[in-house]
């Protein structure tokens, strides 16, 4: 949990494949997902949901999703499913030789 608890998502497939198992066949297989992220503000490992950022002079404000960054984020955490939709289920399979290039 670098960025806070929940439900981790990267705008970098080259980010995700690491994750990645293969199977028996050496196919991956990885979710292509439509994200609400809303209000961002940059994670760290202590924070859980509800997110909230303390504003001077403001109060708190609530904070909709986590990210690496808040000036160019790549890696995002939201709270729950629900700010998640399935879009694509993408297979692929490296090719040997070519390093980390998805054929």
Do not use: C, W
């Amino acid at each position: 949990n670098k960025y806070g608890n929940g439900i981790y998502f990267s705008k970098e497939a080259t980010f995700v494949d690491d994750q990645v198992i293969a199977d028996k066949d050496g196919i991956k297989r990885m979710l292509l997902s439509r994200v609400v992220v809303g209000r961002i503000d940059a994670g760290h490992p202590q924070l859980t949901a509800p997110f909230t950022k303390q504003q001077s002079g403001k109060g708190a404000k609530t904070m909709h999703s986590l990210a690496d960054s808040e000036e160019d984020p790549i890696t995002f955490v939201i709270p729950d499913g629900t700010y998640a939709y399935p879009a694509y289920m993408i297979y692929y399979k490296l090719k040997s030789g070519l390093g980390d290039k998805p054929s």
